[in-house]
T-cell receptor, first 113, second 114 residues
Framework: ETGVTQTPRHLVMGMTNKKSLKCEQH?????MYWYKQSAKKPLELMFV???????ENNSVPSRFSPECPNSSHLFLHLHTLQPEDSALYLC????????????FGSGTRLTVV | AQSVTQLDSQVPVFEEAPVELRCNYS??????LFWYVQYPNQGLQLLLK??????LVKGINGFEAEFNKSQTSFHLRKPSVHISDTAEYFC????????????FGTGTQLKVEL
């Protein structure tokens, strides 16, 4: 248990489905992140939230929609995904300062069929 | 902007042998440096970090790393590896005073063999 909890751990969805990934932390962190990790590719930063405000969208397609209702929770809403969106989606949190590093969740393994 | 390079995508090593995983960074300003480990089907876990002070940093699981400013490197070492060290290792950097966005390297797969 790392302090950042992601649910579900595994998700299989069709291209026409709508689903949501959830991330929760009770570490008192005020910054939260979504990363995409595909096989044989570097970690891709998707979104950054600082104090509930989105501060970075790394040219992510609109079929991915993040939501941060408070500093402890982060969602990634998914709709009309493509097979190439299959990946491990990692959530992380940190204090806004740079020295703490990130605390990662265990990820959601997403398969789009 | 900073960048992080991990030249070795895979490093095979026998159990109880020493290992070094290389990391070089490129930045015109000061950076903080990190090493993370990822076990299969898990998220990333912080191994160690360099913020300031002593250039030799000790982390969990017997790992250590040395910050070398002149060579812009932050190599990770362990004097004797174990089978359980088999995992992927990521080096990361963030510019001091410039926000909290980490830049990750592409990772090095460490495979420990009997």
């Amino acid at each position: 248990e790392t302090g950042v909890t992601q649910t579900p751990r595994h998700l299989v969805m069709g291209m026409t489905n709508k689903k949501s990934l959830k991330c929760e932390q009770h570490l008192g962190h005020n910054a939260m992140y979504w990363y995409k990790q595909s096989a044989k590719k570097p970690l891709e930063l998707m979104f950054v939230y600082n104090f509930k405000e989105q501060t970075e969208n790394n040219s992510v397609p609109s079929r991915f929609s993040p939501e941060c209702p408070n500093s402890s929770h982060l969602f990634l809403h998914l709709h009309t995904l493509q097979p190439e969106d299959s990946a491990l989606y990692l959530c992380a949190s940190s204090q806004p300062g740079q020295g703490a590093g990130y605390t990662f969740g265990s990820g959601t393994r997403l398969t789009v069929v | 902007a900073q960048s992080v390079t991990q030249l070795d995508s895979q490093v095979p090593v026998f159990e109880e042998a020493p290992v070094e995983l290389r990391c070089n960074y490129s930045s015109s300003v000061s950076v903080y440096l990190f090493w993370y480990v990822q076990y299969p089907n898990q998220g990333l876990q912080l191994l160690l970090k360099y913020l300031s002070g002593s250039t030799l940093v000790k982390g969990i699981n017997g790992f250590e790393a040395e910050f070398n400013k002149s060579q812009t490197s932050f190599h990770l070492r362990k004097p004797s590896v174990h089978i359980s060290d088999t995992a992927e290792y990521f080096c990361a950097a963030v510019r001091t005073g410039g926000g909290n966005k980490l830049t990750f390297g592409t990772g090095t797969q460490l495979k420990v063999e009997l």
